[in-house]
T-cell receptor
Framework: GIQVEQSPPDLILQEGANSTLRCNFS?????LQWFHQNPWGQLINLFY???GTKQNGRLSATTVATERYSLLYISSSQTTDSGVYFC??????????FGQGTILTVHP | GAVVSQHPSRVICKSGTSVKIECRSL??????MFWYRQFPKQSLMLMAT?????????EQGVEKDKFLINHASLTLSTLTVTSAHPEDSSFYIC??????????FGPGTRLTVL
């Protein structure tokens, strides 16, 4: 099956800093998503981005499908951005393989 | 607002009992839903695909007789953990696609087996 490698595993920032999270896939995927898992475990959809670039406020994401990687950018980070970020992708309808996650801590 | 709900959010049971978890799509129909499991400080692992009107398909290593899945309608899938044991304690999360392949996840069910 597909292997998903996320980096970095941990990231500590000061409020206001920018960051980039990366996801590498071992094979091509036709669906790719980024999530933020809140402290109660709920997965919040950030982006559905099998290819191209999208932006939503301070967050943006870029997927280069031909090179099998995706990037999540967080600008002007806030303490509320803290949590675990997951990328996930797959080839079969709906089935997702998750990366190991990036634990983001933003200090005031 | 939420598009996928799960019930219960938390359950504590004794070893040997069975526990049923419900997953509902709230404003759309889903012929397929997915069940994941997440152990503490780990990632999500796909357990099975729930198919409306047919049998569920299980990932390798997941016991189908242990984790019974029923997709009773286009908005409801249930996962029953039979004869639960402490090693089944985990966070169970379902998902459903609302449009194209984009998955929306329920809030999860935290199962603790004593």
């Amino acid at each position: 099956g597909i292997q998903v490698e996320q980096s970095p595993p941990d990231l500590i920032l000061q409020e206001g800093a920018n960051s980039t999270l990366r996801c590498n896939f071992s094979d091509s995927v036709n669906n790719l998503q980024w999530f933020h898992q809140n402290p109660w475990g709920q997965l919040i959809n950030l982006f559905y981005i099998p290819s191209g670039t999208k932006q939503n406020g301070r967050l943006s994401a870029t997927t280069v499908a031909t090179e099998r990687y995706s990037l999540l950018y967080i600008s002007s980070s806030q303490t509320t951005d803290s949590g675990v970020y997951f990328c996930a992708g797959g080839t079969s309808y709906g089935k997702l393989t998750f990366g190991q996650g990036t634990i983001l801590t933003v200090h005031p | 607002g939420a598009v996928v709900s799960q019930h219960p959010s938390r359950v504590i049971c004794k070893s040997g009992t069975s526990v049923k978890i419900e997953c509902r799509s709230l404003d759309f129909q889903a012929t397929t839903m997915f069940w994941y499991r997440q152990f503490p400080k780990q990632s999500l692992m796909l357990m099975a695909t729930s198919n409306e009107g047919s049998k569920a398909t299980y990932e390798q290593g997941v016991e189908k007789d242990k984790f019974l899945i029923n997709h009773a309608s286009l908005t409801l899938s249930t996962l029953t953990v039979t004869s639960a044991h402490p090693e089944d304690s985990s966070f169970y999360i379902c998902s459903a696609p609302r449009a194209y392949n984009e998955q929306f996840f329920g809030p999860g069910t935290r199962l603790t087996v004593l």
